[in-house]
């Protein structure tokens, strides 16, 4: 219910507001204790409720709050749910939690994970490697998105020189390693670049170079998965969690939110969850 034509773009209109209700008190007290699901440099922000995230992702901008959901691929049951704004970067951050709750909780602990591409980063996937947990989720890469040029695949990499080798022989050494991007630099020198015969099918630069995710090994490992029986039957499964997702708006009509703040939508999300799981058992 928080106004799309309503809103703020300063932290501080929130400070100074006059009315300060609960749900703005929650926020600032979220926000000053470092709650990374609050952001204070949002694009926008509800005076009534800035805790919810101004989304455009389905046309026209609005505040709002996504919904997540651990379930079990066998039966459809919802074991876990967690509220987060509505922001695709905070999907993550609640899977995580999910995972870490259910195995505390109820010793639950899955062999594999599936879920959709916007999951497929590489910290993520090296989060679940470390878990032992197979990562049955299309990793995000846009390394073809190179307007025609040679792509990474094309370039050989030489673990024990760490430097790359173009389709010519020429080497691509390691340049610099950019922690904030969590990508390596590859770089030819100039002079093997000049007299290269496929250079225009390389780069448009006097030099072609490479960037390298910090996460590539497992990048590649879960790549390696993509093609394979396992893969694909969870790719299948994965429809369950949108099935449900689907009967929230279409036969529990939950496209509104009545209760404001992420606490609200918590107890909204987990009552509807729950109405969900009932259902299915008395079936």
């Known amino acids: 219910n928080a106004g799309r034509d309503n809103r703020v773009e300063d932290v501080d209109a929130i400070r100074s507001s006059q009315s300060f209700a609960r749900p703005a008190r929650d926020y600032l007290e979220a926000l000053d204790a470092g709650n990374p699901a609050h952001m204070a440099s949002a694009k926008?922000?509800?005076p009534s409720d800035p805790a919810a995230a101004?989304?455009?992702?389905?046309?026209?901008?609005k505040f709002g709050y996504h919904t997540n959901y651990l379930i079990d691929t066998d039966h459809a049951v919802i074991v876990d749910v967690e509220a987060t704004p509505a922001r695709i970067a905070q999907e993550i951050v609640a899977t995580k939690a999910m995972l870490e709750r259910v195995e505390d909780a109820h010793g639950i602990k899955p062999q594999k994970l599936a879920a959709d591409k916007a999951y497929g980063t590489g910290p993520f996937l090296a989060w679940l490697d470390e878990r032992n947990i197979t990562q049955h989720i299309p990793v995000l890469?846009?390394?073809?998105?190179?307007?025609?040029?040679?792509?990474?695949e094309d370039f050989t990499f030489d673990a024990g020189n760490n430097?790359?080798?173009c389709p010519q022989g020429k080497f691509l050494k390691h340049r610099?390693?950019?922690a904030k991007t969590r990508v390596h630099t590859y770089r030819a020198t100039a002079s093997d670049c000049k007299e290269c015969p496929i250079r225009q099918n390389c780069t448009r630069g006097s030099k072609?170079?490479?960037?390298?995710?910090?996460?590539?090994d497992i990048r590649q490992k879960v790549m390696a998965l993509q093609d394979t029986e396992a893969f694909k039957q969870s790719r299948r499964l994965r429809k369950k969690v949108e099935m449900l997702f689907a009967h929230l708006k279409r036969h529990l009509g939950l496209k509104r939110l009545g209760i404001r703040g992420l606490k609200g939508a918590t107890e909204e999300f987990l009552l509807a969850a729950t109405a969900q799981n009932l259902k299915r058992l008395a079936n």
């Open 44 to 46: 926008y922000l509800s």
């Open 54 to 61: 101004w989304n455009t992702k389905e046309g026209r901008g």
């Open 141 to 152: 890469d846009r390394q073809h998105q190179s307007g025609g040029l040679l792509t990474r």
């Open 163 to 165: 430097r790359y080798v």
């Open 176 to 178: 610099t390693a950019v």
């Open 208 to 216: 072609r170079s490479l960037s390298v995710p910090f996460d590539n």
